[in-house]
């Protein structure tokens, strides 16, 4: 289990390249690691799926919705989703 | 969350408690037991009882007995005692495999045997176990004692046989420590709540030869209340226990059944559900008896 002592040693700085898409040039960074950890079990369950030629499923990933989806595969060969 | 009034009783011996829902005649008396599923009804308004009366202190309501082919569970027994006990492991591991799988700790601490089965929860756990062990539910009211074989207790969605003014007192349960005898209990277990999106209890006797004597598949979940699968056991009885004669089999599992979708599980899936749930109970039972 990795401890706050167990942290490296970095330098903080500061960007100099506001966002053009809002008035304050602000982004969002605080949730960095969160937002991209639920794509990458989509990911992986679609790749999971990809024998059945699944190219992409939309969240939530309920048992019911990938069931669906193997079940539209085997049925049209397509996905559905 | 905040319940309405309500007297509460907490009587000292069956004889007062049953005196307690005979006197509040008039009003809508419940008797609690565990409090796991009246409780929250209470607080969420869907249940307004004029009183309880809580059975906590009644001693004749507890305990756990062998009784010639079978156990005797005390109604108060709860979750925790039943799995915990020697008794119930030796005689009907089947109850322990499905208690364990029961809501959370908490839950198996507080929760009866008797409460549950009263309650009729069309998702509960150990009304599917109670068909397959052709649980008899022993209860006690004005006109005195009866028995009622599980498979005529459970009669709609949160709805038993029992009379408003009838206490559940025991459950027994045939025992299934025979030769060439196993049981199961699998669940799609809800994410959210632990209920049974699914559950089947399945009890499996083969013959010497290995093939299959009879069967008995209770299932939950899918339906309004807990039943007898019995198109399952039909295609299994006298059949080798092939991947043959599974497949025939569990696609009997939803049969005569009124299945009903939600939001987590649409009817659709939960049919798909059972079919896969009742090959499976029935694999991990055969593979016991063997």
Redesign the interface.
């Known amino acids: 289990m990795p401890r706050a002592d167990n942290f490296p040693i970095f330098e903080l700085d500061r960007t100099t390249t506001p966002a053009p898409q809002n008035p304050i040039g602000a982004k969002g960074v605080g949730e960095t690691g969160t937002i991209a950890s639920s794509q990458a079990v989509v990911n992986a369950v679609v790749d999971a799926l990809a024998p059945f030629g699944i190219k992409s499923l939309d969240m939530p990933l309920?048992?019911?919705r990938v069931?669906?989806a193997i079940q539209a595969a085997r049925a049209g060969g397509s996905s559905g989703q | 969350m905040y319940p309405s009034d309500f007297a509460y009783h907490r009587p000292g011996s069956l004889g007062e408690a049953l005196s307690l829902l005979q006197s509040n005649g008039d009003g809508d008396v419940k008797v609690l037991a565990g409090g796991q599923s009246l409780l929250p009804l209470i607080k969420l308004r869907l249940a307004q009882p004029s009183a309880l009366v809580d059975m906590a202190r009644v001693p004749e309501l507890r305990g756990i007995v062998e009784e010639g082919d079978g156990i005797v569970l005390g109604a108060m027994t709860t979750y925790f005692q039943a799995i915990d006990s020697p008794v119930v492991q030796r005689r009907c591991p089947l109850i322990v495999q499905a208690l364990r799988q029961v809501g959370d700790p908490q839950v198996r601490a507080r929760g009866t045997i008797g409460g549950s089965l009263a309650h009729a929860d069309p998702a509960g756990d150990l009304p599917a176990v109670a068909v397959a062990l052709d649980a008899e539910i022993r209860a006690i009211g004005p006109n005195g004692q009866r028995s009622i074989p599980a498979s005529d207790f459970f009669v709609d969605m949160l709805t038993t046989s029992l009379q408003p003014n009838e206490v559940v007192t025991a459950v027994k349960f045939a025992a299934t420590d025979r030769p060439r005898t196993g049981t199961a209990y699998v669940k799609?277990r809800h994410p959210a709540s632990g209920y049974a999106v699914v559950g089947v209890a399945a009890v499996v006797m083969l013959n010497e030869d290995g093939t299959c004597n009879a069967a008995r598949v209770g299932i939950t979940g899918v339906g309004t209340h807990a039943a007898r699968a019995k198109g399952v056991e039909q295609a299994l009885a006298g059949q080798s226990v092939d991947a043959n004669t599974l497949g025939q089999a569990a696609s009997h599992a939803a049969d005569g059944l009124d299945v009903t979708g939600d939001t987590?599980?649409?009817a659709e899936?939960r049919r798909?559900l059972a079919q896969v749930l009742a090959r499976r109970a029935i694999v991990e039972a055969a593979g016991r008896a063997r």
């Open positions: 309920t048992p019911e069931w669906r | 799609h987590y599980a649409s899936y798909h």
